[in-house]
């Protein structure tokens, strides 16, 4: 869940600070502290709006598989791992 938040509000950040947002405006849009939006706002560089889209489907496919299979959960993160 952490690692999904993460990244959800960094694809959040990049698209309000596309749209012309402050890092102020952000924190109040997203409910997020100034200081995690700055951080996130910086992180959401490295990517484009479709890795963190595809990252953050990779996130919820393996919260599903982790609730709902046989899988070993330790595989099924280290697989979520390397596709990220």
Known sequence: ALITSNFRLYYQCKILGKKG???QQIAKTVGAH?????????TSR?????????????????D???KSSY???QLILELFILSI
């Open 21 to 23: 947002y402050s890092q």
């Open 71 to 73: 899988m070993d959960k």
């Open 34 to 42: 100034p200081f995690r939006v700055k951080l996130a706002l910086r």
């Open 64 to 66: 599903y598989k982790l």
């Open 46 to 62: 490295q990517y484009d709006l479709r890795q963190l889209m595809r990252i953050i489907n990779a996130c919820a496919e393996t």
